[in-house]
């Protein structure tokens, strides 16, 4: 009985071991084909490092406001007897807007004028017999100044009455009507806003170090939420002497035309000041850079010649870069390329460095500088 026990015990473990043999073999066997194994080339997008000259541009933000603007109001006390405007139309300097009844200052002058005229004759009188030497000349001096006084009270109403006559001071835009026809308006109540809208000045401000690169007469491009799409051409036409104190900004004010009145007074606006140098740059898709909070990089393709085979094959080059400026869809580079090298275009988030690489541009991105989605 225990004969037949330590041989079923010997028995098993021989199979055991023959088990754990081929099992050795096995894995050997994989181990070496896995050395063996090469993963296949991954596809890539490429481009080519570009040098290219960018323009020279100094961005802020600012706001509108009208060459001329004001909102008319009455400067003297009356009844408004005639509305001559109409609300959002244009006018002419000059123009009448409104008329306030001046019946009372109408009848003052016409006895004024009877008085001047009363005057004036008296005087005339007087002068021929003072020239005979009938009268003194004291008595001369006082109608004339009679006279005198009578004129000075006659244009006293009529100016009553022009500054009852409310014109507009400038030519422009009306906006919404403030008044009614037979309100009594009080001195300085308002009545319509008027605006010059076409050109329109644009005010922003500049950091003072910026202040040597600005002078009257650059150009600037106007870029408005306003106007989706559109870039308003303009000039810097003033630069204020003085810098701000509290924040050390300069203010500047750029005029641009306004032929079509889509830009009004009080909106915000993008503004880039085009400067006269333009600066040189390397450039590449931005999609190429993999961005990590160490160091910025792009892979480089590269042909490497395999020692195995002796075939030439395409491999990347992990580059580390410093970044410029970004322009719709490239970014300038600073250093790290030469220029002309060919780096992968797109998905470089899942390359790693050595691996190797086939170039297929049948799917690349089409790269612009100024890009214009059409679902934005």
Do not use: C
């Not at 991954?42 to 040098?51: E, G, I, L, N, S």
């Not at 810097?236 to 009145?261: D, F, G, H, L």
């Not at 992990?318 to 869809?329: M, T």
């Amino acid at each position: 009985m225990t004969k037949r026990i330590i041989l079923a015990i010997v028995g098993m473990m021989a199979i055991i071991v023959a088990l754990a043999g081929i099992k050795i073999v096995q894995f050997g066997s994989m181990a070496s084909q896995g050395a063996q194994f090469v993963p296949p080339p991954a596809p890539v997008t490429t481009a080519v490092v570009k040098q290219e000259s960018w323009e020279s541009l100094i961005t802020s933000v600012g706001s509108l406001t009208a060459v001329q603007g004001i909102t008319v109001t009455a400067e003297l006390s009356g009844k408004v007897e005639r509305i001559a405007f109409e609300p959002g139309s244009m006018v002419k300097a000059g123009e009448l807007l409104v008329q306030q009844d001046t019946s009372s200052e109408e009848a003052q002058l016409r006895a004024e004028e009877a008085t001047v005229a009363l005057a004036k004759a008296n005087l005339k009188r007087l002068g021929k017999l003072l020239e005979e030497e009938s009268i003194a000349q004291s008595r001369y001096d006082d109608t004339e100044a009679q006279f005198k006084q009578a004129m000075a009270r006659a244009d006293n109403i009529r100016a009553t009455i022009a500054k009852k006559t409310i014109l507009a001071p400038f030519a422009g835009r009306l906006g919404i009507r403030l008044i009614n026809l037979g309100q009594v308006l009080n001195e300085g109540e308002p009545i319509v806003v008027l605006q010059s809208l076409d050109p329109i000045f644009v005010d922003f401000s500049l950091p003072q170090q910026q202040l040597n690169q600005i002078q009257p007469g650059l150009p600037v491009r106007i870029t408005t939420d306003a106007l989706p799409g559109k870039v308003v051409q303009g000039t810097i036409t003033a630069i204020n002497p003085q810098v701000e104190a509290a924040t050390r900004n300069i203010q500047i004010q750029a005029t641009v035309r306004n032929p079509e009145e889509r830009l009004r007074p009080g909106m915000f606006v993008t503004v880039a000041v085009v400067l006269p140098a333009q600066k040189a740059s390397h450039t590449i898709p931005a999609t190429a850079v993999l961005y990590a909070p160490y160091s910025d990089s792009v892979f480089v393709v590269e042909d490497k010649k395999d020692e195995k085979t002796g075939q030439t094959g395409k491999v990347i080059r992990q580059q580390f870069v410093k970044l410029g400026e970004k322009r719709g869809d490239y970014v300038a580079i600073l250093s790290g390329l030469e220029g002309k090298e060919t780096v992968v275009s797109t998905g470089v988030f899942k390359l790693r460095n050595g691996q190797p690489v086939v170039v297929d541009n049948s799917l690349a991105p089409e790269f612009q500088l100024s890009p214009k989605p059409t679902d934005n």
